[in-house]
């Protein structure tokens, strides 16, 4: 299945000499209702592995490469480029790019003190057995956090795929009205 074929078309003056194309409507969103994303029963946790793709793992899960809209959208993944995981290599580059010194100190985290010490708080730097969290040690926080995605059992994919089309007819017949 082609993810763009069932989007609804809009006639679009590219040139603005009043001559409008049929083309396809890339803006059209579509959102997994909150309940759906989090019951549990229609959906497996994940780890993505370095550098595996939304391809590769629709491939593997799905059997097919070109349901890797399944995954991304699942999960609220608007722009793959920068909501997607980096692999360890293009980590790297990308914190080498971004700070001067990586080894550097980001910020400093402290354990809570109550309810649940193992969640990590900021703190200010003088903050007495705060530790230290470098550049990269931030940024590959937030990628590791990145790679934990749910995948929604293949079980559910024809299902998903029917709704999808529903909804993209709908809007096509709110597009042409």
């Not at 989090?38 to 595996?52: Q, S």
């Not at 793959?80 to 550097?104: A, E, I």
């Not at 940024?139 to 024809?158: C, G, H, R, Y």
Request: positive net charge.
């Amino acid at each position: 299945m082609s993810y763009f074929k069932d989007f609804p078309t809009i006639s679009y003056d590219a040139t603005g000499d009043k001559t409008f194309k049929k083309i396809r409507d890339i803006t059209t969103r579509i959102k997994f209702k909150t309940a759906i994303q989090n019951n549990t029963a229609l959906f497996a946790k994940y780890n993505v592995k370095d550098g595996e793709t939304p391809e590769a793992i629709a491939y593997r899960e799905y059997g097919e490469a070109n349901l890797h809209w399944i995954v991304l959208v699942f999960n609220d993944i608007l722009d793959p480029r920068y909501d997607w995981p980096l692999s360890q290599r293009d980590l790297n580059k990308f914190v080498k790019n971004k700070y001067s010194d990586p080894d550097g100190e980001h910020h400093r985290e402290i354990a809570q003190s109550s309810g649940v010490t193992s969640i990590l708080i900021r703190v200010e730097a003088d903050t007495v057995g705060a530790a230290a969290v470098t550049n990269f040690e931030y940024e590959d926080n937030i990628n590791a956090k990145k790679a934990q995605i749910k995948l929604l059992k293949k079980d559910f994919v024809s299902q998903v795929i029917k709704e999808f089309r529903k909804e993209m007819g709908r809007a096509t017949s709110t597009a042409t009205t």
